[in-house]
């Protein structure tokens, strides 16, 4: 059984930084695409940043490009999300999220009903 659990959120005040890690456990197969999502009270669930193993391919959206950072130890079986220059909007719930994909396989980033397996969450917020 595949299980996804974050860690290392918290509240910060605007500008501040934060390391969210994801630890994974029960993968069987040999790639996998991972992400990071998240979810602010009142809106859709967003991928902030999606990594692809073997490549190493990682996409963000715009609005965290240059600020977040998207790192994945395949050894450890964990993900990692290094959030600098926080601010106020970054506030969410934010979720590890993972899908078996082939390698060399790359699409950017993949709709979120691609992904199958989903972490609890870990709640953030940033303060003006």
């Known amino acids: 059984e595949v299980q996804l659990v974050e860690s290392g959120g918290g509240s910060v005040q605007a500008g501040g930084s934060l390391r969210l890690s994801c630890a994974a456990s029960?993968?069987?197969?040999?790639?996998?695409?991972m992400a990071w999502f998240r979810q602010a009270p009142g809106k859709e669930r967003e991928a902030v940043a999606v990594?692809?193993?073997?490549?190493?391919?990682?996409h963000y959206i715009d609005s965290v490009k240059g600020r977040f950072t998207i790192s994945r130890d395949v050894a450890k079986n964990s993900l990692y999300l290094q959030m600098n220059s926080l601010q106020p909007e970054d506030t969410a719930i934010y979720y590890c999220?993972?899908?078996?994909?082939?390698?060399?396989?790359?699409?950017?980033?993949?709709?979120?009903?691609?992904?199958?397996?989903w972490g609890h969450g870990t709640q953030v917020t940033v303060s003006a």
């Open positions: 990594v692809y193993d073997g490549s190493d391919n990682q």
């Open positions: 999220a993972a899908v078996p994909w082939p390698v060399g396989s790359d699409i950017g980033i993949p709709p979120t009903a691609a992904f199958v397996y």
């Open positions: 029960g993968f069987t197969h040999a790639s996998y695409c």
